[in-house]
């Protein structure tokens, strides 16, 4: 298969599939002032990650008025309105999204201006200020809505309407209600709303490693990775399946997002997958579900992974511990089911003339990784993300100046600082938003209310459960925390289906964490737990973006595809509950011990394995359902924390497995004496 990838198509096809990145049709002299602007954004995340950041309000001050403010000018009001022109829309851009883009900027800037007289206005705010942060609210709900959709607007009003008559809520959610003149101190004069972590993290971190996610790539590291796949898998049953298993596993490296991931490998992985014989889609699938990964691989994972170290007050390199365990197995899980897959339908893999040789791949692509080891080194060494993401960009631009292979021009820079600032927009003005939706949760009190209703169900339908087992083999405190995961993870489930991965761990965790932390569940568990469901939802249906975009890409049925997926995808999805009731399994939790982590890391590989031999009903031979349905049952024993639920999953799997072995052999048996 060829493995050169087109930047151009690419970048086409993320426009095409990800509705972060559906801008309108510029023309001079607009084009050339918003390029202008792309790249000050960009250059100024740049120059503060390595050389100081500003005061905490100037900071994110500037970083919302660049971000709001060019939304309004690179998004239409209508996602397929057709281009405008003339003077009333110089450049393509209508006079009133040039005012909305201004008054953006103002309210932005509004608070670093006032900064220092504003601790004396706290709770009892001037009419001016009551009037801008009233402005910056609606700013940011039609920024978000042009960005990324009606979803997460939609939300934060329904919060907003919360928060202002709360005394009409039913139950435990009442509360005595705001004012506007309160909701609107709280939410734009604090940092507790729209300038609150959410956007101090985008403005601190993520903008910085998707601009190095973008230089990687340009520089070559996104081929090296699809090249070394190929030469490690690609011979195998099924070849290229296993080629979008590894490059897309490689290239989350680099990249936090799903829908980038999956246009950028598949338009290489998921033709091939085509032609050797896979249905389009399952390759679709396949594609998808790798690519989801990206948001659960070390190093850069996705922004979620930064506000986490936020949150949890914890260093970074803690996260990326603990992220590699669970990553390894999702990936477990795929490449288990595309393997049994191929054997079941007689798939080959590449010849070697389909196949880049390895020292060649090796000897032109190793100044690639270079920033990224530079970026991993700093990180471990202690220092902050952001100063590992300065010196990462740094590598880049030196490697690619310097490597006449991939070499980097200065349009290309130009170019790579505009793209970078572009794939930042939405996720800048979804934190926004999110500060909303938080701010009322902290103003109200709401997540706490959420999590006594919550566990409180758990308990009285864990009741009920505990009647009906014999022997006491559940008690109550189990079955409450079962009932709380499951519900966690159909609320995160839910919820992302209609907003981004980052949006849908910062509302859930404010919401849904605290309930898991009643229970008991450490702090870094729940998080982890909150953020795995949250990235599943891209490939879950009716809502599956990333595997959208990989049907688009195959020409499958979309629906199709992200059933599929979530099949592909069970392992990430079993994987939650196994760090949840063995912690060991994350390595940087109190208690850890190697015991503990061996037996639960062990266990949790081989239900993985069983269970996708349950899910694809292949093993050797093709598989009963009675089999299939009993093989699921033993998986769900082996991955359950403990050596006592091991041994008893193996001793259900073992009938099944040994008839499977013995079925075969008499098969090939057969074959070989019919063709004697």
């Known amino acids: 298969m060829s ?41 100024f995340h740049y120059y503060t990650a390595g050389f100081g950041l500003l005061r905490e309000a100037t900071h994110r001050g500037i970083h919302l008025a660049f971000v709001l403010g060019l939304i309004f000018l690179v998004f239409g009001f209508r996602r397929k309105s057709t281009s405008v022109s003339g003077v009333w829309a110089p450049g393509g851009v209508p006079l009133i999204d040039w005012l909305l883009a201004l008054t953006a900027a103002a309210a932005s800037l509004y608070i670093p201006y006032v900064f220092d007289n504003l601790a004396f206005r706290i709770g009892d705010p001037l009419p001016i200020d009551v009037i801008m942060g009233t402005v910056m609210i609606v700013i940011v709900l039609e920024a978000t809505r042009r960005s990324m959709g009606p979803a997460l607007p939609i939300i934060a009003i329904f919060f907003i309407l919360y928060g202002l008559y709360g005394r009409y809520a039913p139950g435990v959610l009442v509360h005595p209600g705001a004012d506007w003149t309160g909701l609107v101190n709280h939410l734009y004069l604090t940092s507790q709303g729209i300038t609150g972590i959410a956007v101090g993290v985008v403005a601190t971190f993520v903008f910085h490693f998707v601009l190095f996610g973008v230089l990687a790539n340009r520089i070559g590291a996104g081929q090296l990775f699809i090249d ?12 290229p399946a296993k080629v979008s298993v590894f490059s897309s596993a490689l290239f989350g490296m680099i990249s936090g997002s799903s829908i980038a991931n999956t246009v950028t490998t598949g338009a290489l992985t998921i033709p091939a997958m085509k032609r050797i014989g896979y249905q389009p889609h399952f390759a679709a699938a396949v594609e998808a579900t790798a690519s989801t990964g990206g948001q659960i691989t070390p190093p850069i994972m996705g922004a979620a992974a930064f506000i986490m170290i936020e949150f949890l007050e914890i260093p970074y390199r803690d996260i990326l511990l603990a992220a590699m365990v669970p990553a390894a197995m999702h990936y ?16 080959r893999g590449l010849r070697p003339e389909e196949l880049p040789r390895a020292w060649q791949v090796i000897r032109d692509g190793w100044p690639a990784l270079i920033p990224l080891v530079l970026l991993v080194a700093i990180i471990l060494s202690g220092r902050t993300p952001f100063m590992a993401a300065f010196w990462g960009i ?33 996720v800048g003005a979804s934190a926004a938003a999110v500060g909303i939706i938080v701010g009322v949760v902290t103003l109200t009190g709401m997540g706490f209310k959420v999590s006594y209703m919550v566990t409180s169900a758990a308990a009285q339908i864990g009741g009920g459960i505990v009647a009906l087992v014999p022997f006491g083999l559940v008690t109550i405190a189990d079955a409450t925390l079962a009932l709380t995961l499951i519900f966690t993870a159909i609320a995160c489930i839910l919820m992302g289906a209609g907003i981004p991965t980052t949006a849908t761990y910062i509302v859930l965790v404010s919401i849904a964490a605290p309930a898991l932390g009643l229970l008991g569940v450490a702090p870094i568990v729940a998080h982890f737990f909150v953020f795995y469901y949250g990235v599943l939802a891209d490939i879950t249906p009716p809502v599956a973006l ?44 109190d208690g850890f011990t190697w015991s503990a982590f061996f037996v639960t890391v062990v266990g949790c590989a081989v239900g993985i394995v069983v269970l996708g031999a349950a899910l694809t ?38 009938p099944v497995l040994l008839a499977q072995v013995i079925a075969a052999r008499r098969l090939r048996a057969a074959s070989v004496a019919g063709g004697e």
């Open 332 to 347: 477990l899980g795929i490449f288990t089911m595309v393997h049994l897959e191929a054997k079941r339908l007689g798939l």
């Open 617 to 654: 009903g292949y093993l050797l031979r093709p598989m009963s359902w009675p089999g299939r349905w009993v093989l699921g049952l033993a998986a769900l024993l082996l991955v359950a924390p403990g050596i006592k639920s091991g041994l008893v999953g193996l001793a259900v799997a073992a």
């Open 394 to 426: 740094t590598g880049c631009i030196v490697v690619g100046f310097l490597n006449p292979r991939n070499r980097l021009t200065l349009r290309d820079l130009i170019d790579c600082f505009q793209l970078g600032a572009k794939y930042a927009l939405a």
């Open 546 to 589: 990333a595997a959208y975009a990989g049907a688009g890409i195959a020409g499958a049925n979309p629906f199709k595809a992200g059933n599929t997926a979530f099949r592909l995808a069970s392992a990430k999805a079993l994987v939650p509950f196994v760090f949840v009731y063995s912690p060991a399994m994350l390595i940087v939790t």
């Open 3 to 43: 493995t050169l990838l087109d930047p151009t198509a690419v970048h086409h096809l993320e426009e095409k599939y990800d509705p972060e990145l559906q801008f309108r049709s510029i023309t001079p002299p607009a084009s050339w002032l918003v390029a202008a602007l792309l790249v000050a954004l960009s250059s």
């Open 228 to 239: 070394l796949a190929s030469c490690v898998a690609g011979r195998y049953a099924g070849g």
